[in-house]
């Protein structure tokens, strides 16, 4: 999906997260969209056709006018930076 879709319903990029990452994650969005403080979470996605990847995502909310909550997102692929870790923690 393409950031404006994902701005639009977020519906289509949560499937892609792995079930027991996407309870926990949602539980930790509705929580921080309560008190409006910052969300972290490293989940397991799987995209069509392609390995599990391994991916951090960060996010604020922030209250509109309206009441809704706007939130500004970051997610990063962390596979291979979580994979050499592990490789180097079985080394030492």
């Known amino acids: 999906a393409e950031p404006i879709d994902v701005a639009r319903?977020?519906?289509?990029?949560l499937?892609?997260?792995?079930?027991?990452?996407?309870?926990?994650?949602?539980?930790?969005?509705?929580a921080s969209a309560a008190d409006l403080s910052p969300w972290h979470a490293t989940l397991r996605v799987r995209l069509p056709g392609r390995a599990e990847r391994l991916v951090e995502g960060r996010a604020g909310p922030q209250r509109e006018a309206d009441g809704s909550v706007l939130w500004q997102a970051y997610f990063a692929d962390?596979?291979?930076?979580?994979?050499?870790?592990?490789?180097?923690?079985?080394?030492?």
């Open 78 to 92: 962390v596979t291979e930076t979580a994979t050499a870790a592990g490789r180097l923690a079985a080394v030492t």
């Open 15 to 30: 499937a892609h997260w792995q079930p027991e990452d996407r309870r926990r994650a949602i539980e930790g969005l509705v």
């Open 9 to 13: 319903d977020a519906t289509r990029a």
